[in-house]
């Protein structure tokens, strides 16, 4: 089965400081998310990573804070800027391959602001 | 705006035994998927159901789709320690455009 590559898998961030998180998977697909999940929470979608144009965002996320790239059908990076202590969070890739198919989720990207 | 309410959000069960999950949403949706997270682990996908009185069962799961009642349920049968894990429910806010809305989730424990 296709891989969906994530990294960092973790990491302790000062506050005011960005990090940048990169998904990659190992063949194409027709669409890729972001996704952020609070300690002991659900998911919220953050965005649509769109090949070659803006992402689109949620409600109440903006590209200011939570910039994202999607340079091909294969790759994408969200970068969390200026961090607090409440961007402390679970923040997750997926991916979906065809019409009428689930996403797919990379294995997260646990990131602790101090 | 679409809601997505699921029912119980924890539960404790004995393995053999058989219940339900529940996931309410509150806007008109033909797609819903669950999902399954173990502690510490990303989510797998379980099911994807597309249309109304869509069933579909793997195992000991089997999930179904009432898009008139907006409502989709995930049974368990007589359930192993295997099955623990949390589960969520999530719903297309547009259709085709996989803008999901997860459900809460629900913590499964199934005790030996």
């Known amino acids: 089965s296709a891989v969906i590559s994530q990294k960092p898998s973790r990491d302790i961030c000062q506050r005011g400081t960005s990090l940048t998180i990169q998904c990659q998977v190992d063949?194409?697909?027709?669409?890729m998310f972001w996704y952020r999940q609070q300690p002991g929470q659900s998911l919220t979608l953050i965005a649509t990573?769109?090949?070659?144009?803006?992402?689109?965002?949620e409600s109440g996320f903006v590209i200011d804070k939570f910039p994202i790239s999607r340079p091909n059908l294969t790759f994408s990076t969200l970068t969390v800027s200026n961090m607090s202590p409440e961007d402390s969070s679970i923040y997750l890739c997926?991916?979906?391959?065809?019409?009428?198919?689930?996403?797919?989720f990379g294995d997260g990207t646990r990131l602790s602001i101090l | 705006e679409l809601k997505v309410e699921q029912n119980p959000l924890f539960l404790s069960m004995q393995e053999g035994k058989n219940y339900t999950i529940y996931c309410n949403y509150s806007?008109?949706?033909?797609?819903l998927y669950w999902y399954r997270q173990d502690p510490g682990k990303s989510l797998e996908s379980l099911f994807v159901?597309?249309?109304?009185?869509a069933v579909k069962q793997e195992g000991r799961l089997m999930a179904s789709l009432d898009t008139k009642a907006r409502l989709s349920t995930l049974h368990i049968t007589a359930a192993v320690h295997d099955l623990s894990a949390t589960y969520f429910c999530?719903?297309?806010?547009?259709?085709?455009?996989?803008?999901?809305?997860f459900g809460q989730g629900t913590r499964l424990t199934i005790n030996p």
């Open positions: 997926s991916v979906v391959w065809g019409v009428n198919q689930p996403q797919h």
């Open positions: 063949s194409q697909v027709t669409m």
């Open positions: 990573a769109n090949q070659g144009s803006e992402a689109t965002y």
């Open positions: 806007t008109t949706s033909d797609r």
């Open positions: 159901l597309l249309s109304n009185g």
């Open positions: 999530a719903v297309d806010r547009i259709q085709g455009a996989q803008k999901l809305v």
